[in-house]
DNA sequence: CAGCATCCATCTAGATACTG
DNA sequence: CAGTATCTAGATGGATGCTG
């Protein structure tokens, strides 16, 4: 037995790694580099539209800190600093696999649950309209 | 063929569902009701240690926006409101079961990797002591 | 190319007080 | 019991300018 089903405090620690790991930019950084293999910084800059240098720095620092991703600086010019996932990085890929295709399945279920909230709601606000 | 697995903008779709579900209360709150069942207000707020009336409230009503649970008033005095998981929550809730086994068994590996990496911040930051 | 430093708008989370 | 309303400190995220 690895670990008992209902120990608060266990749970507490899950939920803050998983909340660390879970946001949208580091979920999109291991999809793109299981996808892709290896990438240079520009590469991930690109195929992450819309984040910012900031955020890019900042989320691959964080990875790079709880070693999910290496990060390996080519002493050229112009510099090349080329990101990949290691074993960790890789398991949580696959751990997130199953939250992956169930968000996929059910994305529309959301969509339509949201849409349905909205009626009811703008039902109750004008409920004699 | 369900879904093309490259496709950027799914995958953007999905990490924002994600991003969404993912967050450190929804999880805990899922994990408590799948645990319990059934839950009326004051025994989340319990459960949740630490959480604060409001974020359990706006919390609860995300969730049930997004239909992962129901809520269920009791025209009674005192007031009495059950939560429940719905099929969707249900579902999110086993598709995590391979997130949190993985948070369960590398949170060392993390901690381990997160320690190395202070480490070495430091010899960098004292590089001739 | 691959960053870092800085400023700023916004969003968030929590504490507190009040209500049916 | 199960909330709502309000206020505020702190975190978050983006834009900009500069560097080796």
Known sequence: MLSL???????????????RVADKWTLLLIEILTERGDCRFGELSRACEGISQKMLTQTLRAMERDGLVTRTVY?????K????LTDLGLGLSKAFCGVWEWA????EAILRARAQHAQRQSQQDTPAG
Do not use: K, T
């Open 5 to 19: 089903p209902s120990d608060p405090e266990l749970d507490r620690l899950v939920v803050e790694i998983i909340g």
């Open 81 to 84: 600093v080329v990101y990949a």
């Open 75 to 79: 002493p050229v010019v112009p510099p």
């Open 104 to 107: 996929e399945s059910n994305r």
